[in-house]
């Protein structure tokens, strides 16, 4: 069943609510065609804020034409008229871009490098710890969507649209809850029966309760960026510390969107050992994106952590149930915990980099924090919180 009007709008307002927007803000609304009545119900919803939108959007036929004919010296180019856009912008709003996400697996590989090259100086822009840019990255169902993940239309959008729909006060009174389980903490060992097995050290590094809205406290602490659906609490661990395994039974290829499953990774003083981690599907595509974004950092970025541990997070969204590959959702099911390697900065770690992928263990997972006083603390046992 297609989304009504109203349900439409009804989304719309949610999000610009995440935003927190004060009149006069300049705010970029982006996305695909196929979203064009979400993007104006957004820009409309901007206005009566007191806040002036530009809305952005182009077409997954007009992706395709565009890495099928474009050559990588071309895309390699960074857009300076876009520089300047989102260096004039106080928000970027981005809805998910394609309407039939499987296309990105066709595109080349050289191609989508040459892209994430160009797009570096908008990364020093959005992410600048003094004057970064606020943004918002929202989730969206579609039939073609749906069938890129093996489900039902129905149920994907049960899924996003239920997901979206959970209140940040709930979010934010589920979070504290848990977040309460960590005070002290230093390392947190999580597990399960599926080949889960590892220890992160989080000692003095804050907690982020993702309750879905942007606000003061969050920017003023440079976590200036907002997910939906939200749901999680999530910790930036000691980059260079932790080692173990955890087992990933589904999730997207960083660079090609390829569906991975069946991933055994395992890291060790904190850094990911892609000869000793395995897939059951497409383990190459998972390689070569890590060593990809590396090439890229080495060109930017001093250290260079694209392999580094980055987040440990813990997902909480009570109308997320069910994992299916999409990234932005399987990390707020409930009773699941996942690991991210790359980029931190933003939440309380030291890391940047291209590369930010989460890696999402199967429902059922247990966690134990261990605090600075020697205690050992029991906060989920097999998926329930404690």
């Not at 499987?102 to 020093?124: H, N, T």
């Amino acid at each position: 069943m297609a989304l009504t009007e109203k349900m439409i709008a009804a989304c719309a307002k949610s999000m610009v609510k995440t935003c927190n927007l004060k009149k006069g803000d300049a705010v970029i609304v982006r996305g695909g065609a196929h979203t064009q009545l979400l993007l104006e119900e957004i820009a409309l919803e901007c206005y009566r804020k007191g806040t002036t939108p530009s809305i952005i959007s182009d077409s997954d036929g007009y992706a395709k034409r565009v890495y099928k004919e474009i050559p990588a010296s071309t895309l390699s180019i960074t857009p300076k008229h876009y520089v300047a856009m989102v260096k004039a912008a106080d928000m970027l709003i981005n809805i998910e871009p394609y309407d039939d996400p499987s296309i990105v697996a066709g595109f080349p590989r050289d191609k989508l490098k040459a892209r994430q090259r160009a797009m570096l100086p908008l990364y020093d822009i959005i992410y600048d710890k003094k004057d970064g840019k606020k943004w918002l990255y929202a989730g969206w169902p579609t039939p073609k969507a749906a069938k890129s993940f093996g489900i039902s239309y129905p149920e994907l959008e049960k899924i996003v649209i239920g997901g979206l729909a959970v209140s940040p006060d709930t979010l934010m009174r589920i979070g504290k809850k848990l977040d309460s389980k960590f005070k002290g903490a230093e390392w947190v060992h999580v597990w399960d029966d599926k080949g889960t097995d590892f220890r992160v050290n989080i000692k003095g590094r804050r907690s982020n309760i993702d309750d879905g809205i942007i606000s003061k406290e969050d920017y003023d602490l440079n976590d200036r960026g907002a997910n939906l659906p939200a749901g999680e609490l999530f910790f930036a661990p000691h980059e260079m510390k932790g080692s173990g395994t955890l087992f990933c039974p589904i999730t997207r290829d960083r660079l090609s969107d390829k569906i991975i499953k069946e991933v055994l990774l395992e890291f060790e003083d904190g850094v990911i050992q892609l000869d000793r981690t395995k897939a059951g599907k497409n383990y190459k595509d998972l390689v070569s994106s890590f060593e990809q974004c590396e090439a890229v950092d080495r060109t930017q970025y001093k250290p260079v952590r694209t392999r580094n541990v980055a987040e440990l997070g813990i997902g909480f969204n009570p109308k997320i149930t069910k994992a299916i590959g999409y990234i932005l959702t399987d990390e707020k099911v409930a009773g699941t915990v996942h690991v991210a390697f790359g980029s931190n900065a933003g939440y309380g770690g030291t890391s940047e980099s291209t590369m930010h992928w989460d890696f999402v263990t199967a429902p059922g997972a247990n966690i134990e924090v261990e605090k600075h006083d020697g205690r050992t603390v029991r906060v989920m046992l097999r998926g329930r919180f404690l």
